[in-house]
T-cell receptor, first 113, second 114 residues
Framework: AQSVTQLDSQVPVFEEAPVELRCNYS??????LFWYVQYPNQGLQLLLK??????LVKGINGFEAEFNKSQTSFHLRKPSVHISDTAEYFC???????????FGGGTRVLVKP | EPEVTQTPSHQVTQMGQEVILRCVPI?????FYWYRQILGQKVEFLVS????????KSEIFDDQFSVERPDGSNFTLKIRSTKLEDSAMYFC????????????FGPGTRLTVL
């Protein structure tokens, strides 16, 4: 079985400051890794995904994430946040053979002016 | 840009009543999913559906739940006899394929069971 832990439930950050959202996972099989964002009153939108290859993955809106197999982590970063990045961010894992995504608890990012 | 749509956005029902949550997946997608998020908890997988049958389901998805693709466009989740603990946000998703394929999520239906 897979599990995902997002270590921070809330992250307040000032506009134009960097942000890092932490995600650790556990799995006995190969997994794919995803970060989704949920803006208020909207569905989940994919930010980026790691399937294989380069461990640094770039996504939309200036976000990137680094896969670290030895630490079983997939932390999300953005060097300079905007007010519009205020949202909830979910890390998820999917199995190579399978359909379901297993989500972390989410990290709520509040960008302050 | 194609998107997954869900209706209604909010459903209020009495305990013991049946509810049907509706979803229109993206038209060329072949895999369909339901997830739920109880307030303050994680997004949880309920079921995946492919080729007109359930391909995977979680332990949450018991006999009270069923899914159906009644026509070429809709995908529904039925809860036969709702319980208070079924109150949650229910998300529908669809994807072109399984595994590494991106799942596109709808905006959700908030179900409140009184």
């Amino acid at each position: 079985a897979q599990s995902v832990t997002q270590l921070d439930s809330q992250v307040p950050v000032f506009e134009e400051a960097p942000v890092e959202l932490r995600c650790n996972y556990s799995s006995s099989v190969s997994v794919y890794l995803f970060w989704y964002v949920q803006y208020p009153n909207q569905g989940l939108q994919l930010l980026l995904k790691y399937l294989s290859g380069s461990t640094l993955v770039k996504g939309i809106n200036g976000f990137e994430a680094e896969f670290n197999k030895s630490q079983t982590s997939f932390h999300l970063r953005k060097p300079s946040v905007h007010i519009s990045d205020t949202a909830e961010y979910f890390c998820a894992v999917g199995k190579a053979a399978g359909n379901k995504l297993t989500f972390g608890g989410g990290t709520r990012v509040l960008v302050k002016p | 840009e194609p998107e997954v749509t869900q209706t209604p956005s909010h459903q209020v029902t009495q305990m013991g009543q049946e509810v049907i949550l509706r979803c229109v997946p993206i038209s060329n997608h072949l895999y369909f999913y339901w997830y739920r998020q109880i307030l303050g908890q994680k997004v949880e997988f309920l079921v995946s559906f492919y080729n007109n049958e359930i391909s995977e389901k979680s332990e949450i998805f018991d006999d009270q739940f069923s899914v159906e693709r009644p026509d070429g466009s809709n995908f529904t989740l039925k809860i036969r006899s709702t319980k208070l603990e079924d109150s949650a946000m229910y998300f529908c998703a669809s994807s072109e394929g399984s595994g590494y394929n991106e799942q596109f999520f709808g905006p959700g239906t908030r179900l409140t069971v009184l």
